[in-house]
């Protein structure tokens, strides 16, 4: 069974820094690629920033471009999100979210459960 675990979230100032972890178990994990993806109350799910197999790609929402690093550790079967200088249109639930296939989709076969980040002062 395919699990993701995610944790990392809070609340932070306007301006802080957090990082989520996803853990990743139950499959061969440089066989998928993997992102992050964040809901805000009354807004789609938009893809945040995801990574390929390798970490050889990436990809970066505009919004995040510049503030955020996806990283990715396969020996340890994770994914981080580095989030700095972070703005109160940051505050959503935040996904990891993977699949063998295809790349940073909504589609991804396999999703965490969500982790809240609040920007507020």
């Known amino acids: 069974e395919v699990q993701l675990q995610v944790s990392g979230g809070g609340l932070v100032q306007p301006g802080g820094s957090l990082r989520l972890s996803c853990a990743a178990s139950?499959?061969?994990?440089?066989?998928?690629?993997i992102g992050w993806f964040r809901q805000a109350p009354g807004k789609e799910r938009e893809g945040v920033s995801c990574?390929?197999?390798?970490?050889?790609?990436?990809y970066y929402a505009n919004s995040v471009k510049g503030r955020f690093t996806i990283s990715r550790d396969n020996a340890k079967n994770t994914v981080y999100l580095q989030m700095n200088s972070l703005k109160p249109e940051d505050t959503a639930v935040y996904y990891c979210?993977?699949?063998?296939?295809?790349?940073?989709?909504?589609?991804?076969?396999?999703w965490g459960q969500g982790t809240l980040v609040t920007v507020s002062s």
């Open positions: 139950g499959l061969t994990f440089d066989d998928y690629n």
């Open positions: 990574i390929s197999k390798s970490g050889g790609s990436t």
């Open positions: 979210a993977t699949d063998s296939r295809i790349f940073c989709s909504r589609a991804s076969d396999y």
